[in-house]
């Protein structure tokens, strides 16, 4: 099985980087920038280059790991190749249907890793959830062989699953993460040290890896505390956006226990 990779960033770099440990041939590298298609493309020992119609037609599946606005501007550039339209073409976001490729080919489908990716952090791929889908079964199951070398967690989800599946990361990773961002913010405009609060970030993970969030939800808005309430609001008086913030996730978590 050959790969092109199409996309050099935060994803295809470290999808491209678990797929040369697992010995899975990587054909070609491309990214807009030479400098990223090289970097990556030395690293896993494949070709590189920065124009898409240097991309051959010899690979068995291309991925596209590229920004979700790209995919259907360079699924339809890609098809002035003859021979890559007949081949399986698939995108790994979580956000865009597999459908946009459809007016170009007829082996469409979705590789999706579900996680958060930073060139600077390596990643546990092996425990990375998989998510793949494609038009045809028989694609299907050439995704799930893929995806079976380099992970221990493969799903076959819709593009209405998935779709679904990405809001509920966008809470769980993106706003977890602004809220850690304010915590720090908070902590050194009040020359405070954030690092106090690790083993709590840590703590409170680790607690729903067997309980429910449901089950596990601690704090003055669970237990119906207005007074303490009432003293976070004061204190953050002097950082407004940061006030309405509080009162929003305070007042969700008190409608579901009151209804609860």
Excluded: W
């Excluded at 690293?43 to 240097?54: G, I, K, M, P, R």
């Excluded at 970030?201 to 704090?219: A, N, R, W």
């Amino acid at each position: 099985m050959k790969i092109t990779l199409i996309g050099a960033g935060n994803v295809g770099f470290h999808l491209g980087k678990r797929l040369y440990k697992k010995k899975i041939k990587i054909h070609q590298v491309f990214s807009r920038t030479l400098v990223a298609a090289e970097t990556l493309g030395v690293q896993v020992n494949a070709a590189y280059t920065n124009q898409l119609s240097e991309i051959d037609g010899t690979a068995d599946i291309y991925i596209l790991a590229i920004k979700d606005d790209l995919i259907e501007r360079v699924g339809a550039q890609l098809t002035q190749n003859k021979k890559i339209k007949k081949k399986l073409i698939v995108h790994t976001s979580g956000a865009v249907e597999s459908t946009v490729l459809a007016p170009y080919f007829k082996r469409y489908g979705v590789f999706y890793p579900l996680q958060t990716f930073s060139k600077s952090k390596k990643v546990d791929f092996k425990n990375i959830p998989i998510c793949i889908d494609a038009r045809a079964k028989k694609d299907i199951g050439l995704l799930l062989e893929l995806a079976d070398q380099i992970s221990k967690k493969v799903y076959t989800i819709s593009d209405q699953e998935r779709a679904i599946l990405h809001v509920a990361a966008v809470f769980v990773n993106n706003f977890s993460n602004h809220l850690f961002h304010i915590a720090t913010e908070l902590c050194e405009k009040e020359k405070l040290d954030f690092q106090i609060l690790q083993p709590l970030i840590q703590e409170t993970v680790l607690k729903i890896h067997d309980q429910s969030p449901y089950q596990m939800q601690t704090g003055p808005a669970r237990r119906g505390d207005r007074a303490t309430i009432e003293k976070h609001l004061s204190f953050l008086q002097k950082y407004p956006k940061y006030a309405v913030l509080y009162s929003g996730l305070s007042e969700s978590i008190q409608l579901l226990y009151q209804n609860g």
